[in-house]
């Protein structure tokens, strides 16, 4: 990638490697919690498999770590992978927490025991 040093670019080229870092941050976040969640809680709640959601998180991840190392956007994937890792954390993640990663407590709902 040219980098125009000092030039008219560079506040804009700035901008766009400190939105790339943090949306490497944010596919991070989502990669790291769906490794932790158990994998019965994501058919439990109805969603795609846990390898499956590793599987879209690592490449999210992946694309992500690109943009962040190489100075910005890398066109239309990047954005792909930042609403990949939305999805995730908007959608899946409050589905999937409700549940507990052992099941040692079978008087336990998704709110607490009872």
């Known amino acids: 990638m040219v980098t125009l040093i000092g030039g008219a670019y560079g ?3 700035d901008f766009f490697v400190a939105l790339a870092v943090a949306a490497f941050g944010f596919e991070a976040w989502a990669f790291i919690d769906a490794i932790m969640r158990p994998p019965h809680a994501y058919l439990a709640a109805g969603k795609l498999t846990k390898m499956k959601w590793l599987l879209i998180l690592g490449v999210a ?3 992500g770590l690109y943009a962040a190392a190489y100075g910005g956007a890398i066109g239309f994937l990047s954005v792909i992978a930042f609403v990949a890792a939305g999805v995730y954390l908007s959608d899946v993640r409050p589905r999937v927490r409700e549940f ?3 099941n040692n407590n079978t008087h336990s709902g998704p709110y607490g025991p009872w």
Do not use: V, Y
Request: proline share 11%; no cysteine; hydrophobic share 45%.
């Open 100 to 102: 507990k990663k052992n």
């Open 61 to 63: 991840l992946a694309i």
């Open 11 to 13: 506040p804009l080229n």
